[in-house]
């Protein structure tokens, strides 16, 4: 799509506009077949409630991390600053993030199986707890090559 615009992200929005065009499209086959959409969102239900105080405290930690990285930007820039102050504070949020990161996919890997098991357990699923355990030995041997 790239060599049909001369700026790339004409292409993009365009490829996004045809993307829901064509999404919408399906929509009159699905009426036909008695799919009825209802777009309201009720509050009141307690899944939705649950999700949401859940969702309160990572707000403010995404908060807070835009903030330090606002700050971070704006006295890098000041003129005071050697040059390159920017890049090192870019490059140690990388590699911070980048520990945080594999540390955050390993423990998520690791306790894969134990959710499972655990779900499997108090709804009575039977085998449940054997794919897990396949799938954490898959997963584990190959992220320990």
Known sequence: MWRYFDK??????????????????SVPSLVQKGMKFDFGIS???????????????????????????????????????????LTALYVADRVMELVLGGYAIAVATGDFADDVRASGAADGLRGAHEDADVFGRIVGRHSLR
Do not use: C, E, K
Request: zero cysteines.
């Open 8 to 25: 790339p992200a004409i292409g993009l929005a365009v490829a996004v506009l045809v993307g829901g065009a064509a999404v919408f499209s």
């Open 43 to 85: 509050f009141s239900h307690p899944g939705i409630r649950a999700v949401a105080a859940l969702m309160v405290p990572r707000f403010f930690g995404i908060g807070i991390g835009q903030i330090n990285f606002f700050v971070d930007t704006y006295f890098a820039n000041a003129a005071i600053m050697p040059r390159g102050s």
